[in-house]
C-alpha cells in the first residue's frame, strides 16, 4: 500500500506518482546488486536528473523545480524506500547547490547553477576531514590566495561522491581565525591537484561511494569563491540544516520499507499453527514500528513547513533527523527480528535496511550532535 501523502497541489501528485513509478521500475530491482559490488548507478542519476529530480528545492528562475521542501523530502523518502544510496545522493546533491543557490553572486549562479541544478552535474560536499568531524570548524585544509587563484593543500574526508562528482564545495582555512578563517570555492572535478582516493569499504550504502579528497596543490580560480573570505562555516552550517531535513526523509523511507517487509512477512508466517502477525508479541513490535514511521514522518514535515514559510528551522530540523534516524535503527533492527533467521540473510533486503540506517545516526552531525543543537537553542531561549 503507498503511503498516504499530505500534497499541497496536483502538480505535486503528479510529481509523487512519477517517482513512485521511477522507483519501482529503476531503483528497486536494482539496489542489492549494485550494492553487493559497491557501484555507483552514475545512469540512474542521469535518469533521475532528466526527470528534474536533481533541484527539485530549488526556485524555477535558478533553474530548478520550484517545488516546497514538504514535497521534495517526501520525493526524497519515496527513493529511500526503494533505494537509500541513491536517496542519499540526491539529498547530497541537493545539498551541495545550496551554497551557490544562496551566498553565490548572480554573476556565479548564472554561469554553474543551470547546470548544477538541470541534472546533468552530480556534486559533492567536502567539509570534514580525518581530525575535525563533529568540530568541523577545526578543520586544516588550506587555500592561499595566490593571484587570480586560490592554491589549495591538504585532506578532506568521507567525501560523498568523491571520484564520482563533478563539482565539489570545498571549504578550506584562509586564516587561523577559527570562526571566520574558514572560505568555501566550488571547484571543479577536473581540477589538477585535486586527488580523489579510493573508496571507504564500508557497512552499507556501498553504492554511493565515500572517499578522501587529496588537495595537492590544487589551484581554483579566485571567482570560485562562494560569499566573502570568512563565510565558509556559516555557509557549511546553513546548507546542514536542509540536509538533514534530506537525511531523515531518507531514514524515514528505509524505515517504512523495513515495516513494509515485516508486516507482509508476519501475515504469510506461520508457526504454532498460527500467522506470527496473530501473536500479540508480533503484533505489537510491528504496531510500535508504524507508530515510529509516521511520528518521523510527522516531524520532519513539521520542520518542512516552518523552513517553506521562511521561519527558522535549525533546532525543528535537529529534532527531524535526531528522531528520524534513531527511529530508523530501532525499526530495522526490529524488521529483522519479525523475520527471525531469514531476516539475517540476504535473501530478504531488511538486514540491509538495518547496515543502511546506522550511518544515519552518525553522518551531517551525529546525534549528540544534534542533541547539542536542540540543548542550546533550549539554553538561549530561542
Ligand atoms: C558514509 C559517510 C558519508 C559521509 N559523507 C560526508 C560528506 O559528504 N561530507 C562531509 O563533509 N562529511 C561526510 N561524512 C562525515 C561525517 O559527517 C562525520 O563522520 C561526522 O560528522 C562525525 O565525525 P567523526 O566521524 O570525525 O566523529 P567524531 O567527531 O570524532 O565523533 C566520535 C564520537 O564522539 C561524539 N562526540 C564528538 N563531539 C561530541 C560532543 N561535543 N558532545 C558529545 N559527543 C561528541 C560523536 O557523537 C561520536 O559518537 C560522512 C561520513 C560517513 C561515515
New binding site residues.
Given amino acids: 500500500m503507498p503511503v498516504d501523502r499530505e500534497l499541497p497541489s496536483d502538480e505535486a501528485r503528479e510529481l509523487l506518482s512519477l517517482v513512485r513509478d521511477l522507483a519501482a521500475t529503476e531503483l528497486a530491482p536494482r539496489a542489492a546488486e549494485f550494492e553487493e559490488r559497491a557501484e555507483f548507478p552514475r545512469d540512474v542519476f542521469r535518469i533521475l536528473g532528466r526527470a528534474g529530480l536533481l533541484g527539485l528545492a530549488y526556485d524555477e528562475d535558478l533553474g530548478g523545480g520550484g517545488q516546497p521542501y514538504v514535497v521534495y523530502l517526501q520525493v526524497l523518502e519515496e527513493l529511500a524506500a526503494a533505494w537509500a544510496a541513491v536517496a542519499l545522493g540526491v539529498s547530497?546533491h541537493t545539498l551541495s547547490c545550496h551554497p551557490l543557490a544562496m551566498f553565490g553572486t548572480d554573476e556565479q549562479k548564472k554561469r554553474w547553477l543551470p547546470d548544477m541544478l538541470g541534472g546533468e552535474l552530480v556534486g559533492?560536499?567536502?567539509?570534514?576531514e580525518?581530525?575535525?568531524?563533529?568540530?568541523?570548524g577545526s578543520l586544516q585544509a588550506r587555500a592561499r590566495r595566490d593571484g587570480d587563484r586560490y592554491v589549495l593543500d591538504g585532506t578532506?574526508?568521507?567525501?560523498?561522491?568523491?571520484g564520482v562528482a563533478d563539482y565539489y564545495d570545498v571549504?578550506c582555512r584562509t586564516s587561523d581565525d577559527k570562526r571566520r578563517g574558514i572560505s568555501m570555492v566550488l571547484a571543479d572535478a577536473q581540477t589538477p591537484g585535486l586527488l580523489p582516493q579510493s573508496p571507504?569499504k564500508?557497512m552499507g550504502?556501498r553504492s554511493?561511494p565515500?572517499a578522501q579528497i587529496v588537495l595537492d596543490g590544487a589551484q581554483v580560480d579566485a571567482d570560485r569563491l562562494i560569499g566573502e573570505e570568512g563565510d565558509g562555516l556559516r555557509i557549511a552550517l546553513s546548507a546542514l540544516d536542509g540536509g538533514r531535513l534530506g537525511i531523515s526523509a531518507v531514514a524515514t523511507g528505509v524505515a517504512q520499507a523495513a515495516l513494509d517487509a515485516a508486516s507482509a512477512y508476519a501475515r504469510e508466517r506461520k508457526q504454532f499453527g498460527q500467522r506470527i502477525v496473530d501473536f500479540q508479541g508480533v503484533s505489537f513490535m510491528l504496531a510500535d514500528m508504524a507508530t515510529g514511521v509516521e511520528a518521523a514522518r510527522a516531524l520532519y514535515l513539521s520542520a518542512a513547513r516552518r523552513r517553506d514559510a521562511g521561519k527558522p528551522y535549525g533546532p525543528q530540523a535537529s529534532m527531524a533527523k535526531l528522531f528520524a534516524t534513531d527511529n530508523a535503527m530501532k525499526v530495522t533492527t526490529d524488521a529483522v527480528q519479525v523475520l527471525g533467521g531469514y531476516g539475517y540473510t540476504t535473501d530478504f533486503p531488511v538486514e540491509r535496511y538495518m547496515r543502511e540506517v546506522k550511518?544515519m545516526q552518525?553522518?551531517?552531525?551525529?546525534?549528540?550532535?544534534q542533541?547539542?543543537v536542540i540543548g542550546r537553542s533550549l539554553a538561549s531561549g530561542s
Fill in positions: 547530497v559533492a560536499y567536502c567539509l570534514s580525518a581530525g575535525a568531524g563533529s568540530d568541523a578532506k574526508a568521507w567525501v560523498t561522491h568523491g571549504f571507504e564500508k550504502l554511493s565515500t550511518v552518525i553522518f551531517e552531525g551525529t546525534n549528540q550532535i542533541r547539542m
